[in-house]
Nanobody, 124 residues
Framework: QVQLVESGGGLVQPGGSLRLSCAVS????????MAWFRQAPGKFREFVAA????????YYADAVRGRFSISRGNGENTVQLQMNSLKPEDTAVYYC?????????????????WGQGIQVTVSS
């Protein structure tokens, strides 16, 4: 079994920055493609960013491209999401997700492993 645990969320003013981290533990001998999704109240869970198992290919939602950056940590079992120039509309619960399939990175249904989620609130 694989466990994902997010950290680094909180309250930030518009224009500020936050760095989310996702720690992967358990059966980590498989290659995982990792992603971040988010879900605001009353809305569907939406794709934010993803990287493939090697970390060389990265994908971003249009709403965050140029402001957010996804990367693997120094250890293979961590994934970060650097969020800059945050806007109130970025407010949501952010989820780390992992998949071993080669299906599309953009759809939550393709991810078998999920963290519990962490709140990010952008407000003055």
């Amino acid at each position: 079994q694989v466990q994902l645990v997010e950290s680094g969320g909180g309250l930030v003013q518009p224009g500020g920055s936050l760095r989310l981290s996702c720690a992967v533990s358990g059966r980590t001998n498989s290659a995982y493609a990792m992603a971040w999704f988010r879900q605001a109240p009353g809305k569907f869970r939406e794709f934010v960013a993803a990287l493939n198992w090697s970390g060389r290919n990265k994908y971003y939602a249009d709403a965050v491209r140029g402001r957010f950056s996804i990367s693997r940590g120094n250890g293979e079992n961590t994934v970060q999401l650097q969020m800059n120039s945050l806007k109130p509309e970025d407010t949501a619960v952010y989820y780390c997700a992992g998949r071993t399939s080669t299906a599309s990175a953009y759809y939550p249904v393709n991810y078998a492993y999920w963290g519990q989620g962490i709140q990010v609130t952008v407000s003055s």
